[in-house]
Nanobody
Framework: QVQLVESGGGLVQAGGSLRLSCAVV????????MEWYRQAPGKQRELVAG???????NYADSVQGRFIISRDNAKNTVSLQMNSLKPEDTAVYYC???????????????WGQGTLVTVSS
């Protein structure tokens, strides 16, 4: 069984910073991509940032230059450093992993439970 455990959300003033963390809990797993999504009230879930196992990163235009994704492949963790936060960054943030059991060829996805980030103006 695979679980994604997130932490680090909270309330911050505009211009401040927060760091989100996500740990993939499970054994004998191979993780391909790790991503952060967010969903604001009344809006669709959107991709914020992602990083492949090879270290290739991508960011939404809205967070480029402000957010930094980083992963530790040895620990199966990924973090999202969020700087210069804006009220429009307010959302529930979800961690997602594309992974497979090492003994199996088929990849599947797993999601974290979500962590709320609120940015006050």
């Amino acid at each position: 069984q695979v679980q994604l455990v997130e932490s680090g959300g909270g309330l911050v003033q505009a211009g401040g910073s927060l760091r989100l963390s996500c740990a993939v809990v499970g054994s004998d797993i191979t993780i391909n991509i790790m991503e952060w999504y967010r969903q604001a009230p009344g809006k669709q879930r959107e991709l914020v940032a992602g990083e492949t196992s090879g270290g290739i990163t991508n960011y939404a235009d809205s967070v480029q230059g402000r957010f930094i994704i980083s992963r530790d492949n040895a620990k199966n963790t990924v973090s999202l450093q969020m700087n210069s936060l804006k009220p429009e960054d307010t959302a529930v943030y979800y961690c997602r992993a594309g992974l497979r059991l090492t003994s199996q060829p088929t990849y599947f996805e797993a999601w974290g439970q979500g962590t709320l980030v609120t940015v006050s103006s």
